[in-house]
């Protein structure tokens, strides 16, 4: 039988690292001898990323389709899997294409035959999709992976909020508070404080866990509760179970820890920092946060990037902030923004593409995540054919296992993107915002320091400090000021 072989090398460094085109050449042929195939040709894609490049722009393996084509050829022999695409979307598509020629795939190092039916099982696993399952399989499996195994037995009790128990199953589905769930998640991450997530989710008369008004503490224990990063409590302890959906990432974890230590931080009423601007600040030089330094025998306040303050002078050398300057312009910044048709004028363009854009919006994210919920029923699917029904060897798990992830990771950040965009064109938001900013303006000379620092914490999402201007990012837009002078490396506001 004649066959073809696919080679594809990408610039990724753990791909350069470990297959090289020779390496993977022989590996086909090798595999190819022993089932008694000549392969003919060798098509190769050297330097395309699997996963950036769409498959149809890759010229090797677009040549390699006209190839089979026109000469017959029932088998194309891959080094993996991941040398055909690291898209399971780009891999289904291939793998059809390929069917209509009756051809099918082979890869080498996994020994999957996709005309057979072990190899079949594979692309079903990949098509039959529709549950949600926990990320990152494989940490789970290397630390016990007979314990998770042992906890399918979920012994009840309330199910966290935005999933129910499926008792026939056994397993948690998402149920109707889902959507408040991921609203909370990518508030918390866009570093909303509790009290805010709260107030905006009573506005929109959305029901708390117990059927009534949000509270900042019930929006806290939703952020805290293990079970979202993927944990569940057995025998008193915590253990990482993939019945537990990973809701929120590593990434979000650390962001919302951040988030909700800069309200711990406020300490006790009365000992409130006086600093109003620190966890919002940021060095525009090296992007890390900026602290206050007191500075000389006067302990003047200065703002300082937490490199320098930390004596990476290496690492950034922006100058120092005065502290008294730039409060005091942010604040005058921000009451203007009332005065001046800043926020009308937002409004007014998010009333003009609103609807069609935010329409066009949510049924992309729609999309997306059912994508996304396919992908990880795979997943789910893949860890039970080899830990359960024991059809599947580790090594294959690991390696599907990883072109998995990487699909489930790009849909994810897709996703979160897409719901930054809605954001900006959500009107009722918007106009909420405008009265958060008028009752800024009138009030804020009146409250206390620490009431102050919460407030402005509420209206704005960080402040990028460059040296000509600081960029403000409101939830809304960007808005930017000028700084007045630099002295001896310190830079002024005011
Ligand atoms: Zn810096």
């Known amino acids: 039988m004649y066959a073809v072989g696919y080679v594809r090398q990408s610039k990724e460094r753990k791909d350069r690292e470990s297959i090289s085109p020779e390496t993977q050449i022989e590996k086909i042929k090798q ?15 050297i330097d395309i990323s699997g996963f950036r490049v769409h498959y149809s722009k890759r010229t090797g393996l677009m040549d390699m389709l006209e190839y089979i084509k026109a000469n017959n050829i029932k088998k194309v022999y891959v080094y993996n899997l991941a040398r055909l695409s690291r898209r399971i979307k780009d891999f289904l598509e291939i793998t ?3 069917e209509k020629y009756g051809c099918s ?36 499996i290397h630390d016990n992976h007979m314990k998770n195994v042992e906890l399918k037995k979920w012994n009840g009790g309330h199910a966290p909020f935005g999933f129910s128990w499926n008792k026939a199953d056994q397993k948690f589905e998402k149920n109707k508070d889902y959507e408040t769930l991921l609203l909370i998640r990518e508030k918390a991450v866009n570093m909303w404080g509790v009290k805010k997530i709260s107030n905006h989710l009573n506005r929109r008369n959305i029901l708390s866990p117990n059927g009534g008004k949000w509270t900042s503490q019930a929006v806290k224990y939703i952020l805290l509760n293990p079970f979202y990063r993927g944990y569940l409590q057995y025998d008193g302890k915590l253990y990482e179970s993939p019945l537990a959906p990973k809701v929120f990432s590593p990434e979000d974890w650390e962001k919302i820890q951040e988030n909700l230590n800069r309200y711990v931080n406020l300490g006790p009423r009365g000992k409130a920092t006086p600093h109003l601007l620190t966890g919002l600040l940021v060095c525009g030089a090296c992007n890390s946060r900026m602290e206050i330094r007191y500075n000389g025998s006067n302990r003047v306040r200065r703002y300082i990037c937490s490199n320098r303050q930390n004596g990476f002078v290496d690492k ?21 923004l009332t005065i001046t048709r800043y926020i009308d004028q937002i409004i007014e363009e998010a009333q003009k593409i609103s609807r069609p854009k935010a329409n066009d919006l949510k049924s992309e994210i729609r999309h997306l995540e059912r994508e996304l919920e396919k992908v990880i029923q795979g997943q789910k699917e893949l860890y039970e054919e080899t830990f359960i029904r024991k059809n599947v060897t580790k090594e294959r798990f690991y390696e599907m296992n990883r072109i998995f992830e990487e699909e489930r ?54 402040i990028v400090v460059h040296d000509e201007c600081a960029t403000i990012h409101l939830p809304v837009g960007k808005t930017k000021i000028k700084s007045t002078s630099n002295k001896r490396g310190t830079l002024y506001f005011m």
């Open 31 to 45: 595999f190819a001898k022993l089932q008694e195939t000549k392969v003919v040709k060798i098509f190769r894609d």
């Open 316 to 336: 950034c050398s922006s100058s120092l902030l005065d502290a008294d300057g730039i409060e005091q312009a942010v604040i005058k910044h921000i009451k203007s």
């Open 96 to 98: 059809n294409e390929l």
């Open 105 to 140: 795939v082979v890869s080498a190092t996994e020994m999957i035959d996709m005309s057979t039916p072990q190899g079949r099982l594979f692309r079903n696993i990949m098509l039959s999709f529709n549950e949600y399952y926990s990320d990152s399989l494989s940490a789970t």
């Open 409 to 462: 990771q790009r849909l994810e950040e897709e996703i979160k993107e897409l719901y930054k965009q809605m954001n900006a064109v959500d009107i009722t938001y918007i106009f909420d915002y405008k009265e958060e900013l008028e009752n800024f303006s009138t009030v804020f000379d009146a409250l206390s320091k620490e009431e102050q620092r919460t407030a402005i914490h509420s209206l704005v999402d960080k």
